[in-house]
């Protein structure tokens, strides 16, 4: 077969239906789909979860499918819609309202799903945390976002810094054998209180429904808040892209605490009124395989670092488990490199249809449908309802083949509409009616979107998007530490690795314990995958006269590569 195109398969629509849509398609066509084409008031909550548990042939479906180590239980859809009736009812005995910021801090786990449809239905802020932050990534996120409440287990709590987050009132406690005193709340004992029926909070489609934090080059985390309205974005990408039919088995590997974990992990699945699968703990490739073999899973979305890992494992390997259930996989949150598809295609006779998309997109905007070629190396072209292209500095577009800054014409359903506290940032983003992502890329005669990399600092480690900023000011927090620049090293297995320049404190001499000290010093304070892999003791680090740190110019060393214009290099 030539690898430089691989022939379409089969999808819920043909080719020619989706160059008609493209043509013609309005993102308003969606809306008659949902009922609040006759309310004119919503909430996600009860799309994904409660509108099925009302149908009589759906409600004693399995929509939770989960499994960890030492742990395996299923949920219904009408099993899920009771439960976070009840986990509401919790949330408004202690005074939530619509509005207000409610964070989850805990693993992948049933109670995840349930206390976060819970929120929703209160007209909550949901902000889901990444289960392996530590105190300062916790600290930041709760800080800025004025969390009233927080779910966590107990072995969490520790990493919460109580007496530094005035606005967090209550702390729900999931597990553990806890009093119901001052600050905590028993999440079991008032379950088991709560009443099972609920008057869902109906919304306007431009309210608040997600925090999701991420981060830039510079300054901390900045809070990417999401509306109900991204549901039309979520349900139509779950029919183009994850090509979701209603007896499908759909398991997304993504964290709830990062977006993926969010719109494909929990709405565009349920929204479809398909089974979810959801393994939590740690992976190795025969646990993949075997959750994969197990639930007989049929549409899989998951990452190029998972994929290149099993790809690493071997073919043998594969070939041990019984696959022939799965008929559709995509990618995500990384260049997608061609040597995977290519093994995809020997190893499950199936495509890898790469997406590209960002938190702050909420959604999916660059993609292989599943009826069209697909070219290797290529995220593919804009859905239906998107217009893409690539701009320059200024915001002008540029044509074909040239490389410059990927842009979305501004407007879609799952956009985000604010970055929380910080106005002036959310401006920065757009320019001439387009959002520019910060990616760059080129865009071919055929209009196939080829991505190229990062134009800012931000560094992609295993798919997960880490800011050098955040790493730097904790390395430099280490007693040792002077100055530290931090940059993404490319790898062949994680996309990028972090690497760390530092410069010692007077006093302090190089040696491998020390480094290793620092390097868990960031570990334990911010989060592992921000952790630095690599540290370089240097004499000094590269700054701008301003005081900027020079990181491109670190790169370029780093690389071997030319250091281009340092005119701005103090001395
Ligand atoms: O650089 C792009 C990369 O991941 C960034 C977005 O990261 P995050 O907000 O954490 O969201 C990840 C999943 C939605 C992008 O700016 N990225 C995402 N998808 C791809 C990608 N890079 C290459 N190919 C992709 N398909």
């Not at 398969?9 to 043509?23: C, D, F």
């Not at 990493?159 to 001052?182: A, F, H, T, W, Y």
């Not at 680090?541 to 740190?549: A, E, F, L, Q």
């Given at each position: 077969?030539?690898?430089?195109?691989?022939?379409?398969?089969?999808?819920?629509?043909?080719?020619?239906?989706?160059?008609?849509?493209?043509?013609?398609?309005?993102?308003?066509?969606?809306?008659?789909?949902?009922?609040?084409?006759?309310?004119?008031?919503?909430?996600?909550?009860y799309e994904a979860i409660d509108r099925h548990a009302e149908n009589p042939l759906k409600k004693d479906q399995i929509a939770l499918l989960y499994s960890a180590p030492g742990r395996e239980e299923t949920l219904t859809f009408e099993e899920i819609?009771?439960?976070?009736?009840?986990?509401?009812?919790?949330?408004?005995?202690?005074?939530?309202?619509?509005?207000?910021?409610?964070?989850?801090?805990?693993?992948?786990?049933?109670?995840f799903y349930v206390t976060f449809f819970g929120i929703l239905k209160t007209g909550a802020i949901a902000g889901p945390l990444f289960e392996a932050f530590m105190e300062q990534a916790v600290r930041d996120r709760l800080q800025d976002s004025e969390?009233?409440?927080?779910?966590?287990?107990?072995?969490?709590?520790?990493?919460?810094?109580?007496?530094?987050?005035?606005?967090?009132?209550?702390?729900?406690?999931?597990?553990?054998?806890?009093?119901?005193?001052?600050?905590?709340?028993?999440?079991?004992?008032?379950?088991?209180?709560?009443?099972?029926?609920?008057?869902?909070?109906?919304?306007?489609?431009?309210?608040?429904?997600?925090?999701?934090?991420?981060?830039?080059?510079?300054?901390?985390?900045?809070?990417?808040?999401?509306?109900?309205?991204?549901?039309?974005?979520?349900?139509?990408?779950?029919?183009?892209?994850?090509?979701?039919?209603?007896?499908?088995?759909?398991?997304?590997?993504?964290?709830?605490?990062?977006?993926?974990?969010?719109?494909?992990?929990?709405?565009?699945?349920?929204?479809?009124?398909?089974?979810?699968?959801?393994?939590?703990?740690?992976?190795?490739?025969?646990?993949?395989?075997?959750?994969?073999?197990?639930?007989?899973?049929?549409?899989?979305?998951?990452?190029?670092?998972?994929?290149?890992?099993?790809?690493?494992?071997?073919?043998?390997?594969?070939?041990?488990?019984?696959?022939?259930?799965?008929?559709h996989i995509m990618s995500v949150g990384e260049p997608l490199n061609p040597e995977v598809i290519t093994w995809g295609l020997k190893a499950f006779d199936l495509r890898i249809h790469d997406t590209w998309w960002m938190t702050e997109t909420g959604?999916?905007?660059?993609?292989?449908?599943?009826?069209?070629?697909?070219?290797?190396?290529?995220?593919?072209?804009?859905?239906?309802?998107?217009?893409?292209?690539?701009?320059?500095?200024?915001?002008?577009?540029?044509?074909?083949?040239?490389?410059?800054?990927?842009?979305?014409?501004?407007?879609?359903?799952?956009?985000?509409?604010?970055?929380?506290?910080?106005?002036?940032?959310?401006?920065?983003?757009?320019?001439?009616?387009?959002?520019?992502?910060?990616?760059?890329?080129?865009?071919?005669?055929?209009?196939?979107?080829?991505?190229?990399?990062?134009?800012?600092?931000?560094?992609?480690?295993?798919?997960?998007?880490?800011?050098?900023?955040?790493?730097?000011?904790?390395?430099?927090?280490?007693?040792?530490?002077?100055?530290?620049?931090?940059?993404?090293?490319?790898?062949?297995?994680?996309?990028?690795?972090?690497?760390?320049?530092?410069?010692?404190?007077?006093?302090?001499?190089?040696?491998?314990?020390?480094?290793?000290?620092?390097?868990?010093?960031?570990?334990?304070?911010?989060?592992?995958?921000?952790?630095?892999?690599?540290?370089?003791?240097?004499?000094?680090?590269?700054?701008?006269?301003?005081?900027?740190?020079?990181?491109?110019?670190?790169?370029?060393?780093?690389?071997?590569?030319?250091?281009?214009?340092?005119?701005?290099?103090?001395?």
């Amino acid at each position: 077969m030539d690898m430089q195109r691989i022939p379409a398969r089969k999808g819920n629509h043909n080719l020619r239906q989706y160059e008609e849509m493209r043509a013609s398609f309005k993102w308003e066509d969606i809306h008659q789909k949902f009922s609040w084409n006759e309310t004119g008031k919503v909430n996600i909550a009860y799309e994904a979860i409660d509108r099925h548990a009302e149908n009589p042939l759906k409600k004693d479906q399995i929509a939770l499918l989960y499994s960890a180590p030492g742990r395996e239980e299923t949920l219904t859809f009408e099993e899920i819609s009771k439960q976070s009736n009840q986990f509401a009812n919790v949330l408004k005995k202690y005074g939530v309202n619509k509005g207000d910021r409610v964070f989850l801090f805990m693993p992948r786990s049933p109670e995840f799903y349930v206390t976060f449809f819970g929120i929703l239905k209160t007209g909550a802020i949901a902000g889901p945390l990444f289960e392996a932050f530590m105190e300062q990534a916790v600290r930041d996120r709760l800080q800025d976002s004025e969390a009233r409440m927080l779910i966590t287990t107990p072995e969490l709590l520790e990493r919460v810094p109580q007496d530094e987050l005035p606005n967090l009132e209550k702390i729900v406690l999931v597990g553990g054998n806890l009093e119901d005193s001052g600050k905590y709340i028993d999440f079991t004992k008032e379950m088991a209180d709560a009443s099972d029926a609920f008057d869902i909070e109906w919304v306007d489609l431009e309210d608040g429904m997600l925090l999701h934090y991420t981060s830039g080059s510079t300054g901390k985390p900045k809070g990417v808040y999401h509306v109900h309205n991204a549901m039309i974005q979520h349900y139509a990408t779950g029919e183009w892209v994850l090509d979701l039919k209603e007896d499908d088995i759909y398991w997304c590997t993504a964290d709830p605490g990062w977006v993926t974990g969010t719109s494909y992990g929990i709405f565009a699945p349920w929204l479809h009124g398909v089974t979810n699968v959801i393994r939590g703990g740690r992976f190795t490739p025969e646990d993949w395989y075997e959750t994969l073999a197990k639930n007989k899973v049929t549409v899989w979305y998951t990452a190029p670092t998972a994929l290149r890992m099993l790809v690493s494992a071997g073919e043998d390997l594969v070939k041990t488990f019984d696959l022939s259930s799965l008929r559709h996989i995509m990618s995500v949150g990384e260049p997608l490199n061609p040597e995977v598809i290519t093994w995809g295609l020997k190893a499950f006779d199936l495509r890898i249809h790469d997406t590209w998309w960002m938190t702050e997109t909420g959604a999916q905007l660059i993609v292989n449908l599943p009826s069209e070629e697909i070219r290797p190396g290529s995220m593919g072209k804009p859905i239906p309802g998107i217009e893409a292209t690539i701009v320059d500095n200024e915001g002008n577009e540029i044509p074909p083949n040239q490389m410059g800054n990927l842009a979305i014409k501004a407007g879609w359903p799952s956009m985000m509409r604010q970055i929380w506290n910080n106005p002036g940032k959310y401006e920065s983003y757009f320019i001439n009616g387009w959002y520019v992502s910060g990616d760059s890329a080129y865009r071919d005669e055929d209009g196939y979107f080829w991505f190229q990399g990062r134009l800012d600092d931000v560094i992609n480690t295993s798919g997960e998007r880490v800011g050098p900023f955040e790493v730097e000011s904790k390395l430099i927090e280490h007693p040792a530490v002077a100055e530290a620049g931090v940059i993404g090293k490319p790898d062949p297995q994680r996309g990028e690795i972090i690497k760390a320049f530092i410069t010692l404190n007077p006093g302090y001499e190089e040696s491998s314990e020390l480094l290793e000290d620092i390097r868990k010093f960031v570990k334990t304070e911010l989060a592992a995958h921000a952790a630095p892999r690599e540290i370089e003791v240097r004499d000094s680090i590269p700054k701008t006269r301003s005081g900027k740190i020079m990181r491109r110019l670190l790169k370029s060393w780093e690389l071997g590569l030319p250091t281009g214009d340092t005119s701005t290099l103090e001395e």
